[in-house]
């Protein structure tokens, strides 16, 4: 079951020069820098209420971060949703018809467990399922 929009996440060239951007504009300071090896990725996560900012910066040209930004350039790049049973809702999604990017759970940022659907099966949108790995 989806229990609530976790954080959205942003393509961006560079932490350094965003991180300050996205403090000054919300307000809010950055919580968490992270290196996900797997992933060719450096994370910067704001919290906005009860949503995260998660800021993405590529640390190979091979990543999808750095492939999304060479095609669209910097911006929202995915919307992730937590789940109470990450397993549970990719069957589901299967079951609808969704194209999945991940077939089962493998792990992220933030002491999370993800999942990603195509967005060729959601309407253009990269859409990841979080749930905390626990």
């Known amino acids: 079951m ?5 954080h959205l996440g942003i393509a961006v060239k560079s932490l350094d020069e ?4 996205w403090e000054k504009m919300l307000g809010v300071k950055c919580e968490l820098i992270e290196e996900v090896p797997s992933q060719k990725v450096r994370t910067a996560f704001l919290k906005v209420g009860e ?6 910066e ?4 091979e990543s999808a971060i750095a492939k999304y930004i060479e095609k669209n350039g910097e911006g929202v790049q ?3 949703f937590q789940t109470t049973d990450l397993v549970a809702e990719l069957a589901k999604s299967k079951e609808d018809g969704l194209r999945l990017i991940d077939e089962a759970p493998r792990p992220g940022a933030g002491g999370m467990n993800i999942a990603f659907l195509h967005p060729k099966s959601t309407r253009g949108v990269l859409t990841e399922f979080c749930a905390p790995n626990k």
């Open 58 to 61: 590529a640390t190979s040209e």
């Open 2 to 6: 989806i229990s609530k929009i976790d």
């Open 18 to 21: 965003a991180i300050p951007l």
């Open 78 to 80: 995915h919307v992730a």
């Open 51 to 56: 949503v995260y900012i998660e800021l993405l």
